[in-house]
């Protein structure tokens, strides 16, 4: 059976949080298999059509659909990002905040759906996202997309406020922290609500804003470890299934983007528990 992660580590980290099933409806295979499925699926991009069910379940193998479903009605639970919260709150030991990153990331979407919209610089309809990475790459947070003609700081005062009402609900404390974030973050508005909530802005200046403010600070040596969210989209352009947007739905499209968030934090979480 093909396995993106191991199956204990599916039944011990991931399968608690999944919803009790309704009396009357328990799923007739282990609930591993189904979530195993649909790591098959963010891992190879395959259409849920050609899901190879025969190789993927062991004894009740359940048709496509009903992997589908199972998929959806978690997605519209939110399953997969409260997930990633608990796991977060649970491994805090492993996460690396002596810096973190901020970044936009333009995803194109093929399909059209929530959104979406025309992208001038790549020439395609694109959705734009954020994302907080920590001092190692790894992705903690994301904001909920928007539409590719917008760019990384519109309505930013919403979109950071989602990010990091994440960490907290992880209980990761935002004082004190330090952001790298590329010179498309150069603002005053998000300069005043990182001070706000007591966080270090490392921005790297706009020119294009036609002002040098000699108060705003910046460590150019310090930008230079942003080079660990390149990795980082680099791992979650691993996984097919994110590597272009197929999925009309908002729900569907962030779910995707939780669990590579879990399978990069669990395969994480258990390197640096086992070299310790």
Known sequence: MYQVLHKDSIE???VPHLPLPKRGFKSKAPLYEIVNA???KLKTGIQWSYLPVQALFSAQVLSH???FGHFRNWCKAGVWQSCWTELLKKNKSFIDLSSADLDGSHTTALRGGEQVAYQGRKKRKTTNS???TDR????LAMSKPIAGNHNDLFDIEVYFEDITNQLTNAEISLSGLFINADAGFDSQKLRKILI???IIANICPNKRNGQDNEDDYFDEQLYKERYAIERTNAWLDSFRS??????TTLSSWMAWNFIAFIVIGLKKFYKTKKSR
């Open 242 to 247: 994110l590597l272009n947007r197929f999925d």
């Open 196 to 198: 706000d909530k007591e």
């Open 130 to 132: 954020l994302y907080f």
């Open 12 to 14: 011990l980290d991931i």
């Open 136 to 139: 190692q790459g790894l992705p």
């Open 38 to 40: 649909i790591l098959y």
């Open 65 to 67: 659909k009903t992997v």
